[in-house]
């Protein structure tokens, strides 16, 4: 009989279980159905409470929904471990955006005169096609 050591097949990933993205699911599926009923039922509620800036066609009750179904999908989702990993990922696009170099004011000009040049330069041949394809077309109709 040797002496050999099993070895035990650790999680890759710094030793965290991997029963987490069950979990996981579960809150995203819960943050899906909250999100879902929130812009379904809030203007329906906030129609028939009889509040006039927010009945039920308002562009303030729709607003108000799409907010308060985003509060709820987010409250949903904190206990997550894919939340965590958004958090991760806000805060390197917050320092990646720190490092980026913004142009100078010439640099701006000369790119904005290049772009206005080139849509003008499509305009004119978008014109030019329209008015060669309308010709065509009106030598058929007559």
């Known amino acids: 009989m040797s002496n050999v050591q099993v070895k035990r097949h650790e999680p890759k990933?710094?030793?965290k279980p991997q029963s987490g993205?069950?979990?996981n699911t579960m809150y995203f599926a819960a943050a899906l159905l909250a999100v879902v009923l929130a812009l379904v039922f809030v203007p329906k509620v906030l129609g028939a409470a009889g509040v006039s800036f927010l009945a039920a066609d308002a562009g303030l009750n729709k607003l108000f929904s799409v907010v308060a179904a985003a509060g709820l999908?987010?409250?949903c989702l904190l206990p997550s471990q894919g939340y965590k990993d958004f958090i991760?990922?806000?805060k390197g696009a917050r320092t990646e955006w720190?490092?980026?170099v913004k142009p100078d004011r010439d640099t701006v000009m000369r790119t904005t005169m290049m772009v206005l040049a080139?849509?003008?330069l499509f305009a004119l041949l978008i014109l030019l096609l329209d008015w060669?394809?309308?010709a065509i077309l009106r030598?058929?109709?007559n």
Do not use: E, P, Q
């Open 139 to 141: 030598g058929f109709v």
């Open 118 to 120: 080139i849509v003008a």
């Open 132 to 134: 060669v394809f309308g």
């Open 98 to 100: 720190r490092k980026t």
């Open 73 to 75: 999908g987010w409250l």
């Open 21 to 23: 993205k069950k979990n």
């Open 88 to 90: 991760d990922l806000a």
């Open 13 to 15: 990933h710094g030793g």
